[in-house]
């Protein structure tokens, strides 16, 4: 058990001990919110970390007290041998909780590895279940493909599984009844997430409050405040009966920095502090260029030291201009 000397404190003390470690910025879909159409600023593969830089430098987190890891992109069912990955991260002493999020259009044939390889639950995209909606919002024909990939996580055993749908005004606002019905029919969790100004094309979406569908749905279905597994921002309601719970992710209308316990590598190596400021601290070099254990985790301290109070999404909408997928989710 580790001490509280060991464990990630930073000068707020929020204790950080949840990683989402992003394995490609590359995705299949082309989503309205997170990359713009024909975005070829893709990160040279030769700067990504490889399979034993990961390993190394989670391990380091690790021994700092970080305990939840989450494997995310772009999409990581296109990094190639993931299951690989996952089972040697799962492996790592310290590490509990080790999670994917995914769009599911590679799921359907990975499922079992993914599972077999120590992923313990599992967050899907899904912001419609219009087929033509689909294709609108990523750009690509793949609700069937997403639907099986859903089916086989289901028939692998994952239980609990999340599905993530980012609310867009004027756009998916009609969808979410559909969605609850559909998550309620399935035992699937369902999270509305109010989109972010990531970039331009996160910035054109515009933005969805929340808070009222948060209000309609807890009437409609006589849903009660309740904490579920795992280390994220959402806020929870579930049925009486406890077989359907739903989330809001609120980063713009009720921000959750206060309590905020995690930090996002690129798969760069670039360990960014916030998604709604700039502060990151570059690892690839260290791992590159010798560097000990030891200077490692000196170099984690130092960076956790960096990282802010909150996010500036309401004051600075325009300050951040990488996209999501560069960030790892």
Not at 32 to 57: A, M, Q, S, V
Not at 64 to 82: K, M, W
Not at 238 to 251: A, C, E, H, K
Request: include cysteine; hydrophobic fraction near 35%.
């Amino acid at each position: 058990m580790k001490s509280v000397d060991d464990s990630l404190i930073d000068r707020f003390g929020r204790k950080i001990e949840y990683l989402r470690l992003s394995v490609t910025d590359r995705c299949d879909l082309r989503c309205t919110y997170c990359l713009p159409k024909g975005h070829k600023g893709f990160e040279d593969p030769e700067h990504w970390l490889n399979f034993d830089e990961i390993e190394r430098l989670t391990r380091v987190f690790a021994k700092r007290g970080v305990n939840r890891i989450r494997l995310t992109g772009g999409e990581p069912l296109l990094r190639r041998n993931l299951p690989e990955l996952a089972h040697r991260l799962s492996s790592i002493e310290g590490i509990d909780d080790l999670s994917l999020s995914t769009n599911a259009t590679q799921l359907e044939h990975q499922a079992l590895d993914l599972k077999q390889a120590g992923i313990g639950r599992i967050n899907i995209s899904l912001d419609s279940l219009n087929p033509e909606l689909i294709e609108k919002m990523t750009g690509r024909d793949a609700l069937k493909r997403i639907l099986s990939g859903i089916d086989a996580a289901l028939d692998v055993g994952f239980s609990a599984i999340k599905i993530n749908m980012v609310v867009l005004p004027g756009v998916n606002e009609s969808e979410i009844d559909p969605m609850v019905e559909f998550c309620m029919e399935r035992g699937l969790i369902l999270r509305l997430i109010e989109p972010m100004p990531m970039g331009d094309t996160g910035r054109r979406q515009g933005s969805f409050d929340l808070q009222p569908v948060k209000n309609a749905l807890a009437q409609k279905y006589s849903l009660v405040p309740a904490v579920l597994p795992g280390g994220g921002p959402a806020r929870y309601l579930r049925s009486l009966d406890g077989r359907f719970s739903v989330g809001f992710i609120t980063p713009i209308t009720q921000h959750f920095c206060e309590s905020c316990n995690r930090v996002r590598l690129g798969v760069d190596g670039a360990l960014y502090l916030c998604l709604g400021q700039d502060e990151k601290f570059d690892f690839r070099p260290l791992l590159r260029n010798g560097a000990s254990d030891n200077e490692i985790e000196s170099a984690l301290l130092q960076a956790i030291d960096m990282k802010p109070e909150r996010h500036e999404f309401r004051e600075s909408p325009s300050k951040i201009v990488r996209f999501m997928s560069a960030t790892g989710g």
